[in-house]
């Protein structure tokens, strides 16, 4: 059915600790190159942590393979030098730094893409001078789009970029992620199962800190059970 | 719980038959265990034991990091040690002043101080020590003696407080404050305030969500540890027959959190190891440094080591990256390990950039 | 940075000692070149001597202030007491150029020259400092990274190098301060840095944390407040510790009414 594509990063056996619990128990799973990979699951099934540990922000043990390469004894910074883009659950963006500043902090690449993240963010050119902290939160995630917008990333990991935003502002971080999609890899974590099946081709579901699932979205859609089951809703209640 | 309050007792019970032995400990101290030389030795470290037992409820229960609890410590010294030598009160009056400045005084600078936490709040206890070291040497009005110190008078003691042949005495009045301190300070941490000190330590906000205002807690545990303080420096006023400025210092302070981290902070006993063990090796160091075994060293490997403070700094940076529990954490592991038990299942994550789950 | 650094006033101590050091070493030089050689030097060793004790002390124990604190104490006692071991406890007299030991008029005032060098220098690093933090990308990192370390480093940065950088100039500044001190004195002491990191930590208290601006406000405040103080009291009272006690009465009265500091942001 589906084309055989090249792995881009492989998860294998991947344990997280914090304290005393044991987040993520062994997970296994892989992001083709090419598209969007959703990565679902309830509150606390472990999917921030995840992304956390792939970019090395979280103690982790087991093997994370990114184009063949292990991440597990990489820091974080040269994990992000390899091409790997990341939007942060609550936006972390700079409080105190101007908007342009934060741009100017993320910039990785010779030729930042400023034309594309003015074009998809308008917004973000007028309000160049303000400070970070003072935007309202949609203006915020904006940011953190832009930051993951601005460089040629291989492989994007964004996470929950829609949570507490106005309808409006979901359409337009939608349209943003598709644009992202566009030239990289993306791992999304998405609660909202509208934006998960209008964006992504292949879905993993994590249940207290495994994989109780992992294939194509139109799947998981089709097995109305394992969706109520892992997601907390229904297929039909997410419309 | 019982078991360790008999090895407790046990422990205070040998101490206090000590100035009866004549046991000569060589190596150890110069000079039988029952001579003065040694027994004022072993009560300067029993008075720090519980110095060090008082900082720890606040930096090791509470996780309040300051620097001026010198400042309490002088506080006993020199309040008793003006009022009995200058205004030539009677030892009762006296002790009553002291007491009473043992309260208000990390009463008043804690509720201030506490305004702040964390790394400020460590800058502005220091900042207040300073002021009264500063206060002290300057000795206004003649009060303080300046550098000079000021001597104990003898006129208004006991006989029984004066002189080199009843140093058994305040060796026992050492040891009566080591005991009264541990004792207060079991009592303290046992109770409903010392179980909120030890949250506040964990997770402040948490204590604040449980519907407690932290910062009255953290008022009490400030003033309980200055007036045990003051206490202590009551007690070393009747050792060493004087007040000198450097108790007044942050040398003083720095020693005191050295003590407690020596020891291991967050246990009881602990820290009054880790008093008596510094205030033990200091005055040792000082022997050693002048000693002929340092003095025939070459130069550039006999002027570090003729500095106890250089010895005693390095082996500070060592115990805090090689062993962060001190003393106690040490006993503990040899402990956990003679039960064959695995110490704690190995860790996969190492302490990383924090993360929230 | 949220590092409370114990170790800073250790900083200035080996400043002070590496200019003398270097100044008494040069003989042959003429003063004004021998004391340029002098401050140089300085600032390298004191450069050199922060990078080291952030990589080797601070950087292990990263984001475990306590500890942090614990070994930055135990370096400033171990380092002090190396420092009076080496070269003895009492003061010693510093080679100052003739020309910093002169009076200037000034408007009708006459001041001592070795003030006006303090202060023109102190001007000079305050600019160039907050020019650093404001103009330059490692400022920008720096600026970042005390607001939320970890998001900066998951942007590609590596945070850990722009910090050391910031120790760095930190121990630059505090081995100028050293120098300049020893002429403003005339002398080098072991025990002057702890003095002067205990003034340094309520002026930062006073200005607000994480405030460079209030910082150097709070400076000039502390300072006029303490000299002033000092004159009238000893004209007056005949009791000279006025001075110090009125910063540290400043420093509860700004706690009392602004916890943050004068600068500083809300907790």
Redesign the interface.
Known sequence: MAVATKTLLEVAGLHVHLGESHILQGLDFAVPEGGVTALLGRNGAGKTTTIKAILGLAGRSGSIRFDGQDLVTMKTHAIVQLGIGYVPEDREVFAGLTVAENLKLAERDAEPRYELVYQVFPELKQRAAQRAGSLSGGQQQMLALGRALLNRNRLVLVDEPTKGLSPLMVASATEALARVAEASTVLLVEQNLQVARHLAQGVVVLDQGRVVHAGEVAGLLADDALARRYLAVGVEGGH | MTRTRATALAVFVVLAVIPFLEVPLPGLFDRPLNRPGTLQLLALCLTFAGVALSYNLLFGYTGLLSFGHALYFATGVYVADIAISRWHWSLGAAIALTAAAGVVLPLVLGAVSLRVGGIAFAMVTLAFAQAGSILVYKNPGGLTGGEEGLGLSAAGLPDFLVGVANTPYLYWIALAYLAVTFAAGWWAIGSRPGRVWQAIRENERRVEVMGFWPYAFKVLVFTFSGFLATAGGFVYLLLVGGASPEVTTANLSLALLLMVVLGGAGTLWGPALGGAVYEYLDYRLVKLSSSSAIGGLPGPLRAPLSEPLFVLGVLFILLVLFFPGGIAGVAGRLRRRRLGRAALPPTTVDAGDPVQA | M?V?NFAHGTFLTVGAYASWSIATALPGLSETARFAVAVGGCLLVGAVVAAAVEIG?IR??Y?????Q???T??????????V???YGADPKPYPSPARTQGVVSLAGATIPSSRLLAIAVAVAVFLAIAAFLRFT?WG??V??GV?????????????QRAFTLVFAIGGLAAALGGALGAVYFGNVAPDRG?QTL?YA??V??IGG?GSFTGSALAALAVGLLQQFANYYSSVYLH???AG??A??LL??TV??IR???LLGKG?
């Open positions: 949220r409370l002390l292990p124990l984001n475990r202030h306590v500890e604190v614990l070994v104490v135990g370096f400033a006692l171990a380092l002090t007491a190396l009076q071991g080496s990308r920008l990192i600026r970042a607001e939320n370390r970890p998001m900066v480093s998951a942007l590609g940065i590596d945070v702890t205990i930590f309520i930062v208290v944390l009791f000279s510790a110090d006690l910063v540290v420093l509860a706690l009392l916890p943050q500091g907790t």
